[in-house]
Each structure stands twice: as structure tokens, then as C-alpha cells.
């Protein structure tokens, strides 16, 4: 009898199906499309989603909602007329994948709409997935040079961003270095002082209460100088522009004046430590 029941027990257990072979490949598939509809970066799940499908027979169809996507894209490319206009294509072609994450052509021009939009890394992405999807295609070898291509361009991008952020780092401490400074005209007599205040510049002098008030400006400063806006003379020997170039130390100001005639004169100006 205990054998008999043993046998019998068996028989259940090796009747029922495993976890793993209850669920149809449509079913897995699924599975991960919803999870990757959770955390679209993980680029991870899209290469084994892509690979499910290289597996399964029929290939899955494509939804409407996907192709109404693809719609949207393809108009976007069609009309683009900027980087922001590539962009916006891009990540509609990102919502078609998220529904039909396998698709290789949406993969590719997805890489060609944020390679336009100067999203480099993003479309190095892009064209990897394109290779995963397409295992076989004709013009993988092609593909692979465009990717060495937008490394370079992501790569000198990059360099460029840190030296343009250090150089504006070093002009934002060259600003602040300067703030607050006033300077005096060398030819004496004169009562009005330049003073720096932030990014800008101002004359400073007695006002008509006597009281020390802004007379002029402010101007902004660019670079290393600041202008007053240029005027129109009709009457000779008078100033239609100044010029103010500050020293790289910061411890004098170069008024360069222009005149109707077409005179020019410079003056100097000196930090009152």
C-alpha cells in the first residue's frame, strides 16, 4: 500500500507544471514590456526583451498606439528645423519602443533624431540597440563606424563643457575679485570715481545735495570692458562712446573715448587700495 500511495504521489507532482513553464512566451514578453514601461532606462531589459523576440515564431505584430508613435516621429523629422525639433522626434520614437521595445528601425532613427538633436550619448544608445535588434544587418559594419564617430563628438563635447564651465568659473572669481572697487581718474581734479558693483560699472560722484550718488551707468561688463551706449553728435569735438577696459589684475581701467570728429583719447584710471 505505501508504494502504491508513493506512486500515486509521484504521478501528481509530475502532472503538475513548474512555475517557469506556466507562462507562454506572449505571457513573459508582457512581463517585461511592463516592467520596462516602469524604469525605461534599463537598457539591460530591453536587450532581453529584444532577444525574447528573436526567439518567438510569429514575431510578435505591432500595436496601433506604437505606429501612431512612429506617426508623430516621422512628421517631427520631416519638419524639423532645429535641434529642440530632433529632439522632440527622438522621444516619440522613445514611446513607440516602449511598446514595441524589439522594433531595430525605430532603434536607428531614434539614434539618427538625437544624434541631429546633438544628444550624442544618447544616441550611441540608440544605435547599440539598433545592433542588438539587427544581428544581421547589412549595414551593421556602417553602423559601428557612426557610433566610433559620435564617441569621438561626445568625447571632445565634453572637454569643451568643462573648459567653457572653468573658464566661466575663473571669470565669475575674476568678478568678484574686482567687486567694489573704485578707481580715480590720474588726471586729478576730477571728483567722479568708477566703482565696480557686481557685474557692472557706475560713476560715483557728489550730487547736486552733495551727497555721493551714482552719475552715470551702470554698464555691464563684458569680458573685460564695458560701453555706454553710442549717440549720435551733430555739434563737433564731442563724445559719442566710451569704452572702459579693466586691467587683467584689476588694478586700472582704460576710458577710451570717441568723439564726433572722429578723435579718439584715452584715459587712465587707478584702484584707490
Not at 529632439?87 to 513607440?96: H, M
Not at 544624434?115 to 544581421?136: H, R, S, T
Not at 568678478?175 to 557686481?198: C, F, H, Q, S, W
Request: aromatic share 10%; proline share 5%; hydrophobic share 40%.
Amino acid at each position: 500500500m505505501k508504494k502504491l500511495a508513493f506512486i500515486f504521489l509521484l504521478a501528481v507532482v509530475v502532472g503538475l507544471p513548474c512555475p517557469a513553464q506556466a507562462q507562454s512566451p506572449q505571457q513573459t514578453l508582457n512581463q517585461y514590456i511592463a516592467d520596462l514601461q516602469k524604469n525605461p532606462s534599463d537598457y539591460a531589459l530591453r536587450e532581453k526583451i529584444i532577444k525574447q523576440v528573436q526567439t518567438m515564431k510569429p514575431t510578435p505584430g505591432v500595436s496601433m498606439e506604437a505606429e501612431k508613435f512612429e506617426g508623430r516621429a516621422e512628421f517631427a523629422v520631416r519638419n524639423a528645423k532645429s535641434q529642440s525639433d530632433f529632439l522632440d522626434a527622438a522621444k516619440e520614437y522613445e514611446k513607440a519602443l516602449l511598446i514595441a521595445p524589439w522594433l531595430a528601425i525605430d532603434y536607428f532613427n531614434c539614434g539618427v533624431a538625437y544624434e541631429k538633436a546633438g544628444q550624442f550619448n544618447k544616441a550611441i544608445a540608440q544605435f547599440n540597440l539598433y545592433l542588438v535588434a539587427a544581428p544581421d544587418a547589412q549595414d551593421a559594419n556602417t553602423v559601428r563606424k557612426r557610433i566610433g564617430g559620435l564617441e569621438y563628438a561626445a568625447g571632445k563635447a565634453s572637454r569643451e563643457s568643462t573648459l567653457t564651465a572653468k573658464k566661466r568659473n575663473e571669470y565669475e572669481d575674476w568678478l568678484k575679485m574686482i567687486n567694489g572697487r573704485k578707481y580715480r581718474d590720474t588726471r586729478g581734479g576730477v571728483p567722479a570715481v568708477l566703482e565696480v558693483r557686481g557685474n557692472t560699472l557706475v560713476t560715483i560722484g557728489p550730487g547736486s545735495d552733495g551727497r555721493v550718488a551714482v552719475l552715470a551707468g551702470p554698464w555691464e561688463i563684458k569680458g573685460r570692458s564695458a560701453s555706454t551706449p553710442r549717440v549720435t553728435q551733430t555739434k563737433p569735438i564731442l563724445p559719442v562712446q566710451t569704452t572702459f577696459i579693466i586691467s587683467e589684475n584689476g588694478d586700472r581701467i582704460i576710458e577710451h573715448r570717441d568723439f564726433s570728429d572722429g578723435d579718439m583719447r584715452e584715459y587712465v584710471w587707478i584702484w584707490q587700495r
